[in-house]
């Protein structure tokens, strides 16, 4: 399992970083929101889970949708907008799925998909497939409205449903404190009668047995949803390639504790170098041959402009 | 073969009960459908038939419940989702424009959601400015999401069958007024498919395109009119979105005179698309145009002001009489034009 885990955490650094790289050259014409940092989370659910199991996400999902699975090739030639991408060049960085993977939609407005889980997760319910659903969100999705609602059907019908609420304290650049009264999200949460938790620092290990025995708890049962609220932290800027410590809402000082706490470095540990660098060397062949292909793929023909507008 | 006839609410109820029953995967829900008045009677009984798990009342979150609505259709299910006036959509309107209208596309083609939005519009007896208003444009507006606002028993049977087999979200727009009508309705299942206009009325003078309710007040409409000896050909579009223009156009061709009466207001609306469309086709050749719809106003409770808010049957063949004929004429009203009205206490 530490294999797993540190595989999926480094290919997810890597291929961010990757990314980050080529950015600049103007390849990849689309906004990236960067999981650098916060790859634990994605990681820490995904590897507890099954294949069958539903995800649904934010714009920040890169590390999602590869922790769950999610074609590489595809998410690249899709930030580079290739017909060949996992939404051939309809979706870009923002709009990423992989539904083959149970990567099901990903979403550019806050809080829109945690309702969409819900939605799976009664038909999973009814239908007594015995999956389990994770809506991924950030803390700024806690406060819109429909969060809330959600929160407040799945209860009421005993859903199959995980909240995952991946807490990096940042709302683009508008701190927690400025825009929550108290730093109490579970406490609210768990009001509504629901098993809730954090998982402070980044612990992957801490969140990956906290969702495994959470899946199994609600899986093919009537007991209903957990909410894990993960704590986690951003390491680039809110959108695009790089540090953004210049602006002045948050301090290098303050990014320490994280960068100390770093789930990557930490898991890596675990492992013999030998085996670590093997793994490395796997991740670094997959990704040289994931941008390859992105950069040989072909442009869309003009005619894919209306194509899948409607289903037939 | 004998006439069966069906209330409008009759009509959508035994579509819904009748595809209910031929697939597991259709659902029904919204506030108030498995109560005792089981929304107008358009849900009556299929809470016994169907069971609680398909037919359930929600909290009140329309934001949260078109979203579960869509993960439903994305999981693999037909949910139909009902707003008992058309005023609460606005509350679903980011999960209905950001998600419903573009999965299929934002997502290339892996996902999709067959999801019916059910949207009674209200009117009359002190409905007000949030329980009348009649906004299908804004959702013709949108590419990915279908729009449909059938007439008559007939086509609410027709077109909600259409619209819980279609792959793609579809607005249902219907209208309280027109749940007095009834009319010839088959047993069986029947579409009336996407994109297909009705020629309700063949005329040789004036082309009246009316939407929703005011269909019913343009066919009423075209017989003032014919008193006058003015032949109104009346155009019924049922679906909004898709829209199909060629039956339109063919007969403005014919009638050179256009006059579209939309059961909403006029800018940015239906009736502005549908003359911007034909006058689009018919460059060069000489039509005339006008449209008719609700005051630019919202709507007042109090009856002298309703009544001059919207558009009626006499009004109508008003503007159309003079668009033949050079003067407004208005008809002296006959009883069995009138249109029906809600009776107290509500």
Not at chain 1, 197 to 203: S, V
Not at chain 1, 213 to 223: C, E, L, N, P, Y
Not at chain 1, 232 to 238: D, F, G, L, V
Request: one cysteine or more.
């Amino acid at each position: 399992m530490i294999e797993r885990i540190y595989r999926s955490l480094y290919r997810i650094r890597r291929v961010e970083e990757e990314i980050a790289r080529v950015y600049p050259s103007d390849k990849i014409k689309s906004p990236v929101h960067l999981s650098i940092g916060q790859e634990a989370v994605a990681v820490g659910v995904c590897e507890a889970l099954e294949a069958a199991d539903i995800t649904f996400g934010t714009y920040r999902s890169h590390a999602l949708y590869l922790a769950k699975g999610g074609d590489l090739k595809g998410m690249i030639a899709e930030l580079y907008g290739k017909q060949t991408g996992c939404c051939k060049g309809k979706g870009g960085s923002m709009h990423l799925a992989d539904a083959r993977h149970g990567v099901m939609g990903t979403s550019a407005v806050v809080a829109t998909t945690i309702p969409n889980a819900a939605g799976y997760a009664y038909a999973t319910k009814l239908r007594k497939d015995k999956r389990v659903v994770v809506s991924f969100f950030g803390d700024g999705a806690t406060e819109e409205g429909v969060f809330w609602e959600t929160v407040n059907f799945a209860v009421l019908k005993k859903l199959p449903l995980l909240f995952i609420c991946e807490n990096n304290r940042y709302a683009i650049h508008a701190p927690f404190e400025t825009r929550h009264p108290a730093d109490n999200i579970v406490e609210r949460v768990r009001a509504f009668g629901i098993p809730s938790m954090r998982i402070p620092d980044n612990d992957v290990l801490a969140l990956h047995d906290a969702v495994d025995s959470a899946a199994k708890s609600m899986r093919g049962t009537d007991a209903g949803p957990v909410f894990i609220e993960c704590m986690t932290y951003r390491w680039r800027e809110h959108v695009g390639p790089n540090n953004d410590f210049h602006l002045g809402y948050r301090t290098e000082q303050e990014a320490q504790h994280w960068i100390h706490n770093d789930a990557m470095r930490i898991i890596g540990e675990k492992l013999a170098e030998p085996a670590r660098k093997k793994i490395d060397a796997e991740v670094e062949a997959e990704i040289k041959e994931a941008f390859k292909f992105a950069e040989e793929s072909p442009w869309p023909d003009a005619a894919e402009l209306w194509s899948y507008v409607y289903k037939e | 073969m004998p006439e069966r006839v069906l209330s409008y609410p009759q009509a959508i109820c035994e579509a819904t009960d009748q595809a209910m029953a031929a697939d597991p995967s259709v659902l029904l829900f919204g506030l108030g459908v498995d109560d005792a008045k089981a929304i107008l009677g358009t849900t009556k009984d299929l809470v016994t038939k169907h069971g609680a798990a398909r037919v359930f009342d929600t909290p009140l979150s329309e934001d949260a419940m078109t979203g579960v609505a869509i993960g439903l259709a994305l999981a693999g299910m037909r949910p139909i989702h009902v707003h008992i006036r058309m005023d609460f959509l606005m509350l679903a309107m980011n999960q209905l424009v950001n998600m419903a209208a573009k999965t299929h596309y934002m997502y290339g083609g892996q996902e999709h959601v067959p999801l019916v939005v059910r949207a009674i519009i209200g009117k009359s007896w002190g409905q007000g400015a949030q329980h009348s208003q009649a906004l299908h444009s804004f959702f013709m507006h949108v590419p990915g999401i279908k729009v449909v606002a059938p007439s008559t028993p007939y086509d609410a049977k027709g077109c909600m069958n259409a619209a819980i087999r279609d792959n793609n979200p579809v607005l249902f727009v219907e209208h309280r007024i027109l749940y007095f009508l009834k009319s010839d309705v088959p047993a069986e299942t029947y579409y009336v498919a996407p994109g297909k206009a009705r020629r309700v009325t063949e005329g040789s003078d004036i082309t009246l395109v009316g939407v929703s309710q005011m269909q019913l007040e343009c066919f009423r409409a075209q017989i003032y009119l014919k008193e006058r000896g003015i032949s109104a050909e009346v155009i019924d579009p049922i679906w909004l979105s898709p829209l199909d223009m060629d039956t339109i156009i063919e007969s403005v061709r014919k009638t050179k005179r256009l006059c579209v009466v939309d059961n909403g207001w006029l800018t940015c609306g239906a009736s502005a698309e549908i003359v911007a469309r034909v006058c689009e086709t018919l460059q060069g050749e000489k039509i005339q145009v006008k449209r008719m719809g609700f005051a630019n106003t919202p709507c007042p409770p109090t009856p002298p002001l309703e009544d001059l808010f919207y558009p009626n049957a006499r009004t109508i063949a008003s503007a159309a009489h003079k668009m033949v004929k050079g003067v407004e004429k208005l008809p002296d009203e006959r009883a069995e034009l009138k249109s029906a009205e809600f009776k107290g206490p509500f």
